[in-house]
């Protein structure tokens, strides 16, 4: 699976929206890009994918940029609750053992 | 739906004794299931793979006999951590595949502390 870069730690403002970065310059043309965040203490959820597209849902948009070297997750309007560790992971979605390869990801601290 | 849950939520044993946290789909069925291992500010570290029915696939590092891992029903896993040391203190977290599909879901970890 191809390596991702991400920030250390990023604050944001609440009501604000948090702009989450993610390099993944050696990824390949089978290979999704996920998001997963862990609140402390808690296990990881599950925010979004996408493979080239754009996505939205409920929690959180996906941008990826044409190249695919890099996407950027955005939570529209950041919350206290959104304190958490992002983390942005790229693998082949059609794996024999699905395995998830978590970096150190990116503590997002939303201030009041 | 989708959801994971793990038992106990949290633990303290002494060095020496063996614990066990059972991680079950509740509403979902698994045919995969993952251990992972979080020490304090570190990322997850997979330990294990594990398909019902057969035996667990560990990740390199991981001793099979320290930690061991039964997935005996669709439902149900178990990690036994065996003859537990302080140096096992750490957060176990469980995640399974729903049966046919790619992603995966979370349990809430299980706090390990060995005295």
């Known amino acids: 699976d191809a390596k991702t870069t991400q920030p250390t730690s990023m604050d944001c403002a609440e009501g604000r929206a948090a702009n989450l970065p993610c390099n993944h310059s050696t990824i390949s043309g089978n290979e999704y890009v996920y998001w997963y965040r862990q609140i402390h203490s808690q296990g990881p959820q599950y925010i979004i994918h996408?493979?080239?597209n754009n996505e939205t849902n409920e929690m959180a948009s996906l941008i990826i940029t044409e190249d695919r070297k890099s996407s950027t997750l955005i939570l529209p309007h950041a919350t206290l609750r959104d304190t958490a560790v992002y983390y942005c992971?790229?693998?082949?979605?059609?794996?024999?053992?699905?395995?998830?390869?978590f970096g150190e990801g990116t503590q997002l601290t939303v201030n009041p | 739906g989708a959801v994971v849950s793990q038992h106990p939520s949290w633990v303290i044993c002494k060095s020496g004794t063996s614990v066990k946290i059972e991680c079950r789909s509740l509403?979902?069925?698994?045919?995969?299931m993952f251990w992972y291992r979080q020490f304090p500010k570190q990322s997850l570290m997979l330990m294990a793979t594990s398909n019902e029915g057969s035996k667990a696939t560990y990740e390199q590092g991981v001793e099979k006999d320290k930690f061991l891992i039964n997935h005996a029903s669709l439902t149900l896993s178990t990690l036994t951590v065996t003859s537990a040391h302080p140096e096992d203190s750490s957060f176990y977290i469980c995640?399974?595949?729903?049966?046919?599909?790619?992603?995966?879901?979370f349990g809430p970890g299980t706090r390990l502390t060995v005295l």
């Open positions: 996408g493979l080239k």
């Open positions: 995640s399974a595949k729903l049966a046919g599909g790619n992603e995966q879901f």
């Open positions: 992971i790229v693998r082949v979605r059609e794996t024999s053992g699905s395995r998830l390869t």
């Open positions: 509403d979902f069925q698994a045919t995969t």
